[in-house]
Each structure stands twice: as structure tokens, then as C-alpha cells.
């Protein structure tokens, strides 16, 4: 599909998601709460189904059963703006993603993303940055697990960039499994074709949890090499 036309019928879908926006806030306003995750959680889904089909992206998912029953904190490298949608594509029910503060500007998203538990961090103000981190940690107290890209920017050369410090902070705090996620070949669907959509193969694997909160600090400050290790021997694998 070519880019404009893609760009025109996503535009479409968006303002087309104003019925469901006015039904979740009716639904708040009425304090049935949970009704109104269920249908934020389903629009979710069918717009991370909408972009992935009609990009499209052909995804292969493994390690779907790696995945927790309660919540968790994803750990993922970073290749594409598409990432964000090909996961929500792939995962039983939507997470949280931790997100640059520009993709506030974006049009249409902040709203959707908001409503499903992502939070956003600006890397000039490290105080809003700790705020940020502890509402994700909220978030999966409250049974909402999260995403985050360690890299904390998208890769250029498809090559995995250093982890930072405290990416496993959240998972820590909250008491919950590390799941390392790899992800491969998005890129190839937007960021290696000069910004012009394309069709693409693409591979998420969700490796086994890393139950990081039951081991000793020692043992905790090895973990973030450990999941570099896992993810970058993945992205030598082709899609």
C-alpha cells in the first residue's frame, strides 16, 4: 500500500474511533470503569490489527505461552514506530508502553494511548522522568503490564544499541517478571524505506520471564546484559 493512501485511510479509522471515544467517557462518567477498559482494550487491538494488515506486516509470533498470567514488564529492542503497533498485534491484551514525550504531538494518539496505560518520559526534565517511571509502576500494581525499549531510541542501522541504567526499575518495584522481547524486521516496513510504507516480514519472539524481584541486588545487576545478550543473538537471525 503506498504511503499516502495508507497515511488518508488511517486518518479515517482514527476519526472514525470518536464513537468509541464518546462511549468509553459515558461509560466513566457512569463509574463503570472496567466496562470501559474491556473497550479500550478492543479498539486497541482492532487499530494495532488495522496498521499491522494494511502496511502489512506478516508477523511471526513465538513464545506467545512465555507469557505471564498476571503482570508484567516487557523488555524490548527498539527498530520501528511500528513496533508499538506490530506488539499490541501479537499480545493477548494490550500493555502500557513507555514513550517519548514527543509522541504527545502526534495526531489522534495521546488520547488512545493514554486510555491504555502508556506513560511518557522527556529526557530533558529527569524529575518528570521519575514521575513517569512511578506511574508505570502503578500501572502494573494495578494489573497493567508495560513495555519498555532500553535502547530509549529506535535503532538506525538495525543493530542493538546500549541498555540504560534503570530500565528494570519498574519490574523491581513492582514485584513483577521480566519478559525479553525481540523483536525484527519492522524496520524494513517504514524506517529503511526513505519514511514510505511497505509491505515487510517481521518476527516477535517473547522469551521465558525472568523473575527478577525474587533474586538477590547482586544478581538483579546482571539481568539487563543478560536480556541484551538474548535479544541481540536473535536479531542475527533473518525474518
Known amino acids: 500500500?503506498?504511503?499516502?493512501?495508507?497515511?488518508?485511510?488511517?486518518?479515517?479509522?482514527?476519526?472514525?474511533?470518536?464513537?468509541?471515544?464518546?462511549?468509553?467517557?459515558?461509560?466513566?462518567?457512569?463509574?463503570?470503569?472496567?466496562?470501559?477498559?474491556?473497550?479500550v482494550n478492543e479498539h486497541i487491538k482492532r487499530w494495532a490489527d488495522f496498521i499491522t494488515k494494511n502496511v502489512p506486516i506478516n508477523v511471526e509470533s513465538i513464545g506467545i505461552e512465555n507469557i505471564p498470567s498476571g503482570?508484567?514488564?516487557?523488555?524490548?529492542?527498539?527498530?520501528?514506530?511500528l513496533d508499538i503497533t506490530t506488539l499490541l498485534y501479537v499480545l493477548p491484551k494490550p500493555a502500557g508502553f513507555v514513550a517519548?514525550?514527543?509522541?504527545?504531538?502526534?495526531?489522534?494518539?495521546?488520547?488512545?494511548?493514554?486510555?491504555?496505560?502508556?506513560?511518557?518520559?522527556?529526557?530533558?526534565?529527569?524529575?518528570?522522568?521519575?514521575?513517569a517511571i512511578k506511574?508505570?509502576?502503578?500501572?502494573?500494581?494495578?494489573?497493567q503490564s508495560m513495555v519498555i525499549f532500553p535502547e530509549g531510541t529506535r535503532s538506525k542501522d538495525g543493530k542493538l544499541g546500549e541498555f540504560k541504567k534503570g530500565t528494570l526499575r519498574m519490574a523491581i518495584k513492582a514485584g513483577v517478571p521480566v519478559v525479553p522481547v525481540s523483536i525484527n524486521g519492522t524496520a524494513n516496513a517504514f524506517e529503511y524505506n526513505n519514511k514510505k510504507i511497505r509491505a515487510a516480514n517481521a518476527r516477535v519472539i517473547i522469551h521465558k520471564p525472568i523473575y527478577i524481584a525474587d533474586m538477590e541486588k547482586e544478581q538483579q545487576e546482571g539481568v539487563l546484559d543478560t536480556i541484551h545478550e538474548i535479544i541481540e543473538k536473535d536479531l542475527k537471525l533473518s525474518v
Open 100 to 131: 517519548k514525550v514527543e509522541m504527545l504531538k502526534a495526531p489522534f494518539l495521546p488520547y488512545w494511548m493514554r486510555k491504555f496505560g502508556c506513560v511518557f518520559i522527556d529526557r530533558n526534565n529527569p524529575r518528570e522522568g521519575i514521575k
Open 135 to 143: 506511574q508505570g509502576t502503578d500501572n502494573i500494581k494495578n494489573g
Open 1 to 39: 500500500m503506498g504511503t499516502i493512501w495508507f497515511g488518508v485511510k488511517f486518518a479515517s479509522f482514527m476519526i472514525k474511533s470518536s464513537k468509541y471515544k464518546s462511549q468509553i467517557e459515558k461509560l466513566e462518567k457512569q463509574g463503570k470503569l472496567d466496562e470501559a477498559k474491556v473497550l
Open 71 to 81: 503482570p508484567c514488564l516487557f523488555v524490548g529492542n527498539h527498530q520501528s514506530l
